[in-house]
């Protein structure tokens, strides 16, 4: 995330600078590598980010087993 964000910025002081023209092919190229990244990022939040309605801890299966036994031998 941080080389993109230097990436970006350097790409935008070239602009302010007017080393490279702002209705260049290469600012178009630069426009649409923005527009992939940020697709990238919206899949990447969809299979990483936080699961909606929080995260359910499921109980170890030893546990589980031990809980039975105490239940079962109680009866």
């Known amino acids: 995330m941080r080389?993109?964000?230097?990436?970006n910025y350097d790409r935008y002081m070239l602009v302010v600078k007017k080393f490279v023209a702002a209705d260049s092919p290469e600012r178009l190229q630069w426009q649409r590598e923005s527009a992939?990244?940020?697709q990238r990022h919206i899949v990447w939040?969809?299979?990483h980010g936080p699961v909606?309605?929080?995260?359910?801890?499921l109980p170890r299966?030893?546990?589980y087993e031990d809980s039975e036994?105490?239940?079962?031998s109680a009866k």
């Open 36 to 38: 992939e990244d940020s």
């Open 45 to 47: 939040n969809r299979r």
């Open 69 to 72: 036994r105490t239940s079962a």
């Open 3 to 7: 080389l993109r964000g230097q990436r």
């Open 52 to 57: 909606p309605g929080g995260a359910r801890i």
């Open 61 to 63: 299966r030893h546990e």
